[in-house]
């Protein structure tokens, strides 16, 4: 039923954030985008992205949140077992032909991003990173985006660290979005919302990683659907290109709560 | 190649549906717009997740367990609430082209017939009675094992629906569900749905511990279907001219064609949207249709309840 793995390492990266490396028990196959289901026995199960994975080494970023992340956070450790459902949804979308991508991360969501950058290193494709921290507190990962992406430019909130300002403000003052053959963004909705509308108005192919209540996690239980074209983040997602997401009035703006209400995305 | 003379169609307590494949309760039915996509997929009628009087928020995670041969799962009825769902399916702009079977869920009959009194005047075909969710506590089968609570929340609801059909959602593990079917009936239910989900329990061996939040939930999938056959099957014998929905295990149009042979007039589709997403539909269309030219059927309707026959 479960995909069992240990915890080999955890790495400390902000107060708040933290590295946990799996090894598995067995060799699975992903794509950069695509997430796991991590259930804790009898605390609960929360959806994570993949942030790498290289034969049986798992990486998994894990944000102090909820009730979940606060135990993982405080009870997890090197060889705690893990036990994982996935990997699911529709991973990032790569073309043969590509031959310059630009990243744009916000927070911890640049997880799914460093995954993909690696893969892209892989494939030959040369690629450029925008990440945006609120504070050089809460900054990690940048010299692993900086060993597989060719520039890396950080922003910060509070000025703490690299360009004061928001990731998006970076697209003005650090590239040229026509530069590039596709961008791919993964954060909080309502950057990736101004990452979508300005590649969109350029014609420059765009993805997001969105996120939203995952339940089933299988595509049954509909909770996680997107209107008015009634996709799922589980399934049909979490990667959306900025085509589909542009036709979407939730994009940007409702997720549904637990009881499939409506709610506004910026009271999540 | 399919044949355009064969004929797909069925009447459903008086509904006429497109074709006999049903989106079945409790499977993307949250909006009109994942409802909207079934009916593109090809379905024949479509199905809510059950709505309660006042709002529910469902089970925690873990909520959902696949297994090899069948998937367990316990979402808890998490629902806006009728007065939102109205809001939300009836007060928009999208419309479906196909039938829309509501289900309510309550824990008694006045509970039932507060949320018809809600929704007996919006734009629906029929009405679904959850009498059979194996991991609600309060409702479904909570409520539904009882054949003298059967009749009486069925009445409560037909003093609503006049005049649109009513079908009872049947659980197989009830002491007899021929007296529980028999008490929908006398009290003016128009069909069945059988069956629900089988109450069960799964364990991960290493963490030695159950899976569900809620432990208990419900066992869908090719696990259940010979168990729904049979109960498709026992209804059929007893009530021949009452409709059934089958429901349970259906993945394939060969066992779609097992239920209607069983006496299903419809067939629902449930969760092998799991493994096989929207494109079920089609498959069991374009399965059942060619199956029906070479077996010599010029109507689905003909095949129902046909296991039934001496010779």
Redesign the interface.
Known sequence: ??L?GTISDVVELTPSVRLYEIKLYERISASPGQFL?L?V??I???PLSIANLEDRGLWLIIAKKGRVTTFIHENFDRGT?V?L?GPLGRGFSVKKEFRKCLLVAGGYGLAPLYFLARQLKDCGITCDALLGFKSVREMFFVDEFKGVCTNVYVSTDDGSYGFKGLVTDLLDTSVTLEAYDAVYTSGKELMMLEVVNRCSRRGIRVEASLERL??????????C?L????L?VC?DGPIFTGEVLLKLRDFGRYW?D?????KSIEER | MVNLSVNLEINLAGIRLRNPIVLASGILGVSMSLLKRVEQAGAGAVTTKTITLNPRQGYANPVFVDLEYGFLNAMGLPNPGVDYFVREFFEGCERLNIPLIVSIGGGSAEEFYEICARICKCPMDAVELNLSCPHAKGYGLEVGADPQHVYDIVRRVRKCFSNKPIFVKLSATVPSIVEVAEAALKAGASGFVAINTVRAIAIDIYAKKPILSNVYGGLSGPAIKPIAVRVVYELYENFKNVPIIGVGGVDSWETAVEFLLAGARAVGIGSAVVRRDLEIFNEILEGLKRYLEVEGYDRVSDIVGLAHEVV
């Open positions: 039923m479960y069992y289901m259930w026995p009898r609960g199960e929360i077992r036990f459902r995952i339940k089933c996690g299988v595509g049954i239980c509909g909770l659907s209107d008015p074209l009634g799922r399934k549904r637990e009881h499939g209400r409506k």
